[in-house]
């Protein structure tokens, strides 16, 4: 017999009664009766039910052993009495009798416990990462991630891509996020940066005329944390194609998404075909470029109704709109039945404090003398004409609220979005069991950057713009003579966003390299700073590049999807904390002056804030 086990914790079954089983494990909890210590026994696999008999000599060993040692245990599997039968675990109908027992690994007083889910302090779950990783729904988590990963390559591989690894150590470039940045020895005075996405190499892996790849690649980005994104890195389902249009790309990686929600989808519905939302209409509807189209309402402009006061009787209002503001109207179906102002109140300290905002205008909505009326100020003195008017834009009626954000365009969408996803979180109306995709398309290609006044990229600088039929995109950035129409400007720009998570970013790459030079020349960037940022690739657009495009979902948010969980620290193995530090390896740390001085680096203080 094996020294360590004839079987797993996890499969042994009434077919296995009368043998002799060997099992190793971890002692996942003891219950001491009157004539027997029972321990539930763990490994990878599963648990089995372990029985001890006070004449057995290693009896006391094992009743004064800690939760979380690892024994291995000998004996004959029994089948249980009916009314011991556990139905909740696999391996329920059966006992292991322990004939002979080694105790491989006493364990120390634990710092969080392992059985149950309590929860407990980040500080503690990440510095003892190894115990926590122990406990059921994380251990499950991971094992999901793995799955999820093998069946992602599957799919692609089914798809006709074929797998290839891209550089780690590469250079710094402006991709919108801050790079790490290695240095190097055997270069002084110079850097490597760690790859924010393995973007410029996947292209010039087109142009090297290899058509379909992918890579579970790793990526490094100088981040702040938050629960979506983990600081420091993290990993996507990177791929391009050659010789493609967007609804290629769309054809070929819906299914794969699609499929691989259903795999582990666990009973939840997964809706097809994904819709295709214009980025425009996203945010008008939506308040945002990544929707969660489970919620049952959508924004409303109302601003037309409030521009003339003398039929509002609501001044603020008016001076926003005639001053070239936005009022957006959220709807909060049934709330002035089903909630006190108190909920109303809320909203808008909500606004106040989180969305760093003026605060929510809010209406509760009643009927009166056979007409829909409100005694909030927002609508209290409103022509009744106009106010009716206004309720059938939006559907509303007696019982419903309604919340209002104003202000300049782009900051009224902003906060009506915000308060969209809130609003239907805090009156429980997003429904459970559901994965809700779409495609975000039409993006512009650039945007107003209001700290430094001047015209940006405002998703991907690698993109191709769009041109309508009979014009080239060269033509199309030649004519954008005023900021006007270069804002008006649009790219081959995509985004995958399931249930408001965006899961990836894609686009139709810019593979010639006059459009390039013009692109970044229209966003202040002279073919300097293309030459010397992206070498390699508009090096390489001048020896025949193929059209081609990709997209990057991330495994982190699908996997953090497909658990259920509202932290991606739940589906990674060892995660930092928000301060970017790894409490368990004590990561970053100091460095000694003999590593130092073969860099060639010498350390500068931190200046103090002013």
Not at 97 to 112: G, H, N, Q, V
Not at 268 to 276: A, D, I, L, M
Not at 518 to 541: L, R, S, T, W
Request: aromatic share 10%; hydrophobic share 40%; net charge negative.
């Amino acid at each position: 017999m094996h020294a360590y086990r004839s079987h797993t914790c996890g499969e042994l079954r009434k077919s296995n009664v009368g043998e002799t089983v060997k099992l190793s494990g971890w002692v996942h909890r003891k219950r001491e009766h009157a004539n027997a210590l029972f321990i539930d026994l763990r490994d990878h696999y599963g648990i089995s039910q372990v029985v001890v008999y006070p004449t057995a000599s290693f009896y006391e060993d094992l009743k004064r052993c800690t939760s979380e040692s690892v024994i291995t245990v000998t004996g004959e599997l029994l089948e249980r009495d009916a009314e011991a039968v556990n139905p909740e675990i696999p391996t329920g109908e059966v006992e292991l009798r322990a004939d002979d027992a080694i105790i491989e690994s006493a364990a120390a007083p634990l710092p969080l416990p392992v059985f149950g889910e309590q929860d407990y302090p980040e500080e503690i779950r990440l510095k003892h990462r190894y115990l926590d990783l122990r406990r059921e729904t994380l251990h499950k988590n991971i094992i999901m991630r793995g799955q999820v990963i093998n069946s992602l390559r599957s799919r692609m591989i089914a798809q006709g891509f074929t797998e290839f690894q891209t550089p780690i150590l590469t250079a710094s470039s402006p991709e919108g996020a801050r790079d790490f940045l290695v240095p190097s020895r055997l270069n002084p005075g110079k850097f490597y940066a760690l790859p924010q996405a393995p973007q410029q190499f996947k292209q010039l892996l087109m142009v090297a005329g290899f058509d379909r790849y992918f890579q579970i690649a790793p990526c490094f980005r100088d981040e702040d944390a938050r629960a979506d994104r983990s600081p420091g890195e993290f990993y996507q389902l990177d791929i391009e194609m050659s010789f493609v249009t967007q609804e290629d790309v769309f054809q070929a990686i819906e299914p794969v998404m699609a499929g691989v929600f259903e795999e582990f989808a666990d009973g939840r519905e997964v809706q097809t075909p994904f819709p295709r939302i214009p980025y425009k209409e996203s945010m008008e509807k939506y308040g945002s470029d990544k929707p969660d189209l489970r919620i049952p309402f959508e924004l409303t402009d109302v601003s037309e109704f409030f521009t003339d006061e003398s039929k509002t009787g609501f001044g603020i209002f008016a001076k926003i709109t005639n001053g070239g503001g936005k009022v957006i109207a959220i709807p909060a179906p049934g709330a002035t039945d089903s909630q006190s102002r108190k909920f109303f109140d809320s909203l808008d300290k909500w606004a106040k404090k989180e969305m760093q905002a003026p605060g929510l205008g809010y209406a509760r909505l009643r009927e009166e003398d056979g007409a829909v009326v409100s005694q909030d100020p927002a609508l209290k003195n409103f022509d009744p004409e106009l106010l009716k008017a206004l309720l059938d834009k939006m559907g509303l009626k007696a019982g419903d609220g309604v919340f209002f954000s104003a202000g300049k365009k782009g900051d009224a969408y902003k906060l009506a979005g915000a308060a969209r996803n809130k609003v239907a979180a805090d009156l429980d109306l997003i429904p459970e069991g559901t994965f809700k995709f779409c495609w975000v398309v039409d993006y512009p290609m650039y945007e107003w950057d209001e700290d430094n006044k001047k015209i940006d990229f405002s998703h991907n600088p690698f993109s191709m713009p769009q041109a309508p039929e009979g014009k080239t995109a060269m033509q199309v950035l030649e004519e954008a003579d005023t900021d006007e129409k270069k804002l008006d400007i649009l790219a081959y720009q995509y985004d995958i966003v399931c249930n408001g998570v965006e899961l990836s970013s894609g686009a139709i790459r810019n593979h010639k390299a006059d459009v390039m030079y013009k692109a970044f020349e229209i966003a202040g960037y002279g073919p300097e700073v293309v030459e010397d940022k992206f070498v390699g690739m508009i090096n390489a657009f001048k020896f025949g590049a193929p059209p081609h495009g990709g997209i990057a979902p991330g495994v982190d948010r699908i996997v953090m999807l497909l658990a259920g969980t509202n932290t991606i620290r739940d589906v990674i193995l060892f995660p930092m904390n928000g301060q970017a530090q790894d409490l368990m390896m004590n990561a970053p740390a100091e460095v000694d002056v003999k590593q130092l001085k073969e860099l060639h680096l010498k350390l500068v203080p931190p200046t103090p804030k002013d």
